[in-house]
């Protein structure tokens, strides 16, 4: 069993969700978070002071898979979340974690049965 991380763009949200449902990926958790990469960040005006924003707006989605849908998982994440034929900087990252264990509160099942 695998937790794959991916930070993605926000607006790339709804086309990733799309490419993960068609290779059978439905359950995956989403979350708003902010970070900073390569794109370092920018400057915006508030007021007529300049503030440098570091931290960007990003989506963060948790999805737990057996070692059959690890690939296909990267793949549909990549396809849905990069811009254009070679991406840009600040399309994201994908982290492939070791699951030791995993419990479905509702029946106990535990392992690759409960995912």
Do not use: W
């Not at 057996?66 to 849905?80: C, H, L, S, W």
């Not at 995993?102 to 392992?111: A, F, L, S």
């Amino acid at each position: 069993m695998k937790l794959i991380i991916a930070i993605i763009q926000p607006h790339k949200l709804e086309r990733v969700k799309q490419a993960l449902s068609d290779v059978e990926v439905f359950r995956l958790t989403v979350l708003d978070v902010q970070g900073g990469g390569r794109q370092r960040g920018h400057a915006e005006t508030y007021r007529g002071h300049e503030i440098a924003v570091n931290l960007l707006r990003k989506v963060q989605l948790q999805i737990a898979v057996n070692e059959d849908f690890v690939e296909p998982t990267i793949a549909a994440i990549v396809k849905g979340g990069r811009s254009g034929a070679h991406g840009e900087i600040g399309d994201g990252k994908i982290f492939v974690l070791p699951l030791d264990e995993c419990v479905r509160i509702r029946t106990g099942e535990r392992g690759r049965d409960a995912i």
